[in-house]
């Protein structure tokens, strides 16, 4: 592990991402002392046991409002010490104080049931234990009968599971496509 202390640093090639794949309005304005860390990993447990795991190619730390700025993202959700949910994307911002973590850049999520989550942007909260996002999503879930359901979307609400907290929101343009063979009974 290295770390660099100091400088400033240069974030342009974000500044061309779209809005729902665009990087936080509060990273912008640098200030105090940074830190640089290759190959990062960060790990909340509680009695021994892991809640989830944060890893990164790199990351710029700002100790002024503990504010961490990561790239090549993963994060792996745990139930009970054994892996239940990943997550990756591009990059991201988390802020150690809050929880508030903000993913984008080719979001992929899925959990050990073959469901998973694509979207440019992706906001997860430690504290609520959810993810969020008002951007484009397609969820696809596989069913025990051997159909797939794919749900086309913007914003929904999910569980570090990827399962629906309360009801599926999706606030704008909505399909459902079920694939595979359906049982009739006649």
């Known amino acids: 592990m290295r770390i660099r202390t100091g400088g400033t640093v240069l974030l342009a090639t974000l500044l061309a991402l779209s809005a729902c794949g665009g990087e936080p309005s509060d990273w ?13 990993r960060l790990v ?8 989830w795991m944060l890893t990164g190619d790199s ?6 409002d503990s504010l961490l700025f990561m790239t090549e993202v993963n994060i792996v959700f745990y139930e009970n010490d054994i892996p239940e949910s990943f997550v990756r994307s591009d990059t991201g911002t988390s802020d150690l104080m809050s929880g508030a973590t903000v993913l984008w850049g080719n979001v992929h ?8 989550l694509d979207t440019d942007l992706l906001n997860w909260s430690d504290s609520l234990e959810t993810f ?11 069913e025990g009968d051997g159909t797939v ?34 049982l009739f009974d006649d």
């Open 28 to 40: 912008s304005d640098e200030s105090g002392q940074t830190q640089t860390v290759d190959h990062f």
């Open 44 to 51: 909340q447990a509680e009695d021994g046991l892991r809640e």
């Open 59 to 64: 990351a710029v730390y700002r100790e002024a």
């Open 109 to 116: 999520a899925e959990n050990t049931d073959g469901r998973t």
């Open 132 to 142: 969020e996002t008002d951007c484009l999503v397609t969820f696809v879930i596989p």
């Open 149 to 182: 359901t794919t749900l086309h979307g913007r914003g929904v609400i999910l569980d570090t599971g990827l399962s629906a907290v309360g009801d599926v929101i999706v606030r704008d343009s909505f399909t459902a496509v079920t694939t595979g063979e359906l």
